[in-house]
């Protein structure tokens, strides 16, 4: 029985999840603000359907959201990254295969049953999500990634499909491909849609007929999945194990402008540590480190400044690391400079079961054991209780000019202080 391809993902996801946690939030209109309460960045379904735009700034609607009684929240992506994890694991024990694509969606594979309808299949797994988890979702079926995503879409925008959508098993194929324009099918990109326009290609169903001819010789292998993919053809298949990544990039912007070493270290030496988890924890080392820092673009004076520092051996040492990025920032450093963002980018990764020795190490095996086992315990530590329990002398001074979370949620569900206390008689 061939398997259908399955496209899942959350609805208004950041959304739903301060939904979660705050009932009192449901059936509102809602909008997420983006790091440093800057832009918006999500909207639930009630915000968008009164037209609230994404990514204008804040101080620039506040006035409008306040008077149209919309809430608003501060992107809390610690729970938004525990969220998806749940989701992700309870996707894995109902879907055959597992590609997790983002932080709100996956694709899968399912088999067929002998009437080839899996919407029960679909709404069970609708209702088991939202049971265990309490967010929505919508499910999009067809024989390829780029048929599910086009199902996903039609599921979410026609409300009689209760979020399920398979057109793999309708009738009217070539009706609901004539709905989805050619800018909005998965993997064209906006120089292709404006080629294709010119072209006389304005949707899927236009694009699916194209000549082969015709798209291989301006897009070539990539055109040609497209529209076979288009066809039911599977060509971009399921990948259950995500490709390493090449680089890691850990930048903020400041609650405050700042123009002292002191506390461009300490947001440097904070944005290494985590960092250099996530290293750990991808089981990858890395042999390049570059810092950044930066003003405002809209200043006169505008400065930017970055600076790199090749490793001679690939490390994932949180010490070593924070040495050479302090090192590197106190170079790049410029009094009087009013800094409003900074960065470090970790880079020329590779695999940390490939660790190539040196030939007179300047410290023993047992040392190097010993290190790693320091950095594995601060992780694990870090992990069951909070990301800043335990941390490093450099990164422990006062943290006012952390980004501005004003609006953050008052209930939390990935830190163990605020878990609630029960007592019994």
Request: charged share 25%.
């Amino acid at each position: 029985m061939r398997k259908a391809i399955v496209h899942i993902d959350g609805n208004n996801f950041y959304a739903s999840c301060e939904q979660m946690i705050d009932p009192s939030l449901i059936g509102k209109r809602l909008v997420i603000l983006s790091n440093n309460d800057g832009c918006i960045i999500a909207r639930s379904a009630e915000a968008r359907k009164i037209g609230i735009p994404m990514g204008i700034p804040y101080f620039k609607l506040k006035n409008k959201l306040n008077q149209l009684n919309i809430k608003v929240r501060s992107s809390n992506y610690a729970l938004y990254g525990d969220i998806s994890n749940r989701l992700m694991q309870l996707l894995k024990r109902n879907c055959e295969e597992l590609e997790i694509y983002s932080i709100d969606e996956a694709f899968g594979t399912i088999k067929r049953p002998k009437d080839k309808y899996l919407y029960q299949w679909g709404k069970d797994l609708r209702s088991l999500v939202y049971q265990n988890i309490g967010i929505a979702i919508s499910i999009g079926i067809g024989e390829t990634k780029i048929l599910s995503k086009i199902s996903n879409h039609i599921a979410k925008k026609i409300e009689t499909n209760s979020g399920i959508f398979d057109i793999g098993v309708v009738d009217n194929k070539d009706n609901y491909l004539n709905q989805i324009k050619v800018d909005k099918v998965w993997g064209v990109g906006r120089k292709m849609s404006t080629w294709l326009k010119k072209s006389g290609v304005t949707n899927a169903r236009e694009l699916r007929d194209i000549s082969s001819k015709q798209i291989k010789e301006k897009y070539g292998i990539v055109g040609l999945r497209i529209k076979n993919e288009l066809k039911g053809n599977l060509c971009i298949p399921i990948k259950e194990t995500s490709s390493d990544r090449k680089e890691i990039c850990v930048s903020r912007s400041f609650g405050y402008p700042i123009d002292n070493l002191q506390e461009l270290n300490q947001a440097i030496g904070k944005y290494i540590l985590i960092a250099s988890s996530k290293l750990r924890e991808n089981k990858q080392l890395t042999s390049a480190i570059t810092v950044f820092i930066a003003t405002s673009n809209h200043t006169k004076d505008y400065f930017k400044s970055e600076l790199t520092e090749k490793l001679n051996i690939p490390t994932s040492d949180s010490r070593v690391l924070l040495k050479e990025s302090l090192t590197l920032t106190k170079k790049i450093f410029r009094p009087y400079r009013n800094l409003v963002k900074a960065g470090i980018i970790l880079h020329k990764l590779q695999s940390s079961q490939y660790k190539q020795n040196i030939i007179f190490p300047k410290q023993n095996i047992q040392e190097e054991l010993n290190i790693e086992r320091l950095n594995n315990l601060i992780d694990n530590i870090n992990q069951r209780n909070g990301k800043n329990i335990l941390g490093w002398g450099s990164s422990t001074i006062e943290e006012s000019w952390k980004p501005r979370r004003e609006k953050l949620s008052y209930l939390k569900i990935t830190d163990i202080e605020y878990l609630p206390t029960v007592s019994a008689n």
